[in-house]
């Protein structure tokens, strides 16, 4: 069974914006990670363009993990305090991604996502993502990458990017080959992107 890692992305409630560390103490408390079978890690953290929203990186050993753990009364008895983190429905995907520990860990992680547009074939976006991937080694400030599509959304490239900061990312894709490489991937790609500063959670 492959690693996953499943990304959440929400907007907070007004009670997580004024005391985060609350509500995951809650959380931690009620259902320890070291207690969950198939768990490893936590990354989280809110959304630098629009603070109001935050991330969650969970790191399972498997889907199968995962969807296990769904069904355990430790899942169910945690869900009165998740309610009060987000409002409305929290996105999240599945993503069998490589190593990730320095791209999470980094001062700021990149959020990216290339959508195949309409009659436009992984053929020829694949070649692209491994072109930038292979591109961005060697940028200054930069912590590393990894890119996989979505579970059951093929059409779907995410990606993860570490930097020591936004404008380093700006800086290395504003001009130059990675800008080249990124106007092609936009040919065959709708790209939505944005940036969190996460931290490890035990």
Not at 12 to 33: F, G, K, Q, V
Not at 115 to 121: H, I, N, Y
């Amino acid at each position: 069974m492959e690693p996953v890692t499943k990304i959440m992305h929400f907007k907070t409630s007004s009670s997580y914006l004024e005391d985060p560390s609350r509500l995951i103490s809650e959380l931690t408390t009620t259902c320890s990670a070291g207690k969950i079978d198939g768990f490893s890690k936590a990354y989280l953290g809110f959304e630098v363009e629009d603070p109001t929203n935050a991330f969650w990186v969970l790191e399972w050993a498997s889907l199968a993990a995962h969807g296990a753990y769904r069904q355990t009364e430790a899942f169910k008895a945690i869900q009165a305090t998740a309610q009060q983190i987000y409002t409305g429905q929290p996105k999240h995907v599945f993503v069998n991604f490589s190593d990730t520990t320095q791209i999470f860990s980094a001062p700021v992680t990149e959020f990216v996502t290339f959508t195949l547009k309409e009659g436009a074939s992984t053929d020829k976006l694949e070649p692209l993502v491994t072109q930038l991937q292979t591109g961005l080694v060697g940028t200054p400030s930069f912590y590393g990458s990894s890119w996989a599509p979505v579970i059951d959304q093929p059409n779907v490239i995410y990606g993860v990017l570490g930097w020591e900061s936004v404008q380093a990312h700006w800086d290395a894709v504003s001009s130059g080959p990675l800008k080249d490489i990124i106007d092609q991937v936009k040919e065959v790609a709708d790209l939505w992107l944005v940036h969190a500063i996460l931290a490890s959670s035990k």
